[in-house]
């Protein structure tokens, strides 16, 4: 089972989807994880494989990391 290398969310558990297009071999589906990255799946007979994945988006909540930018002083 493989999981985002970001937050370590299931990739088979997937939160959103965003777009769905239809291909000769299949779909590819454009999906979101829990930590808001951004990931392209291949989907064709009997597989689905996570062929790119963007980093969370610097707004979303991931341990570690800061929801809104620092105050200027």
Not at 20 to 29: A, F, I, M, P, W
Not at 31 to 56: D, N, W
Request: positive net charge; proline residues 8%; charged residues 20%.
């Amino acid at each position: 089972m493989s999981t985002c290398p970001y937050c370590g969310w299931p990739d088979h558990d997937v939160v959103e989807t965003v777009s769905r297009h239809g291909t000769e071999d299949g779909l590819t589906v454009w999906t979101r994880c829990a930590c808001g990255s951004l990931q392209v799946r291949a989907v064709t007979a009997g597989s689905v494989t996570v062929t790119a994945r963007g980093r969370p988006r610097a707004t979303d909540s991931v341990p570690g990391r800061h929801s809104s930018p620092a105050p200027k002083v």
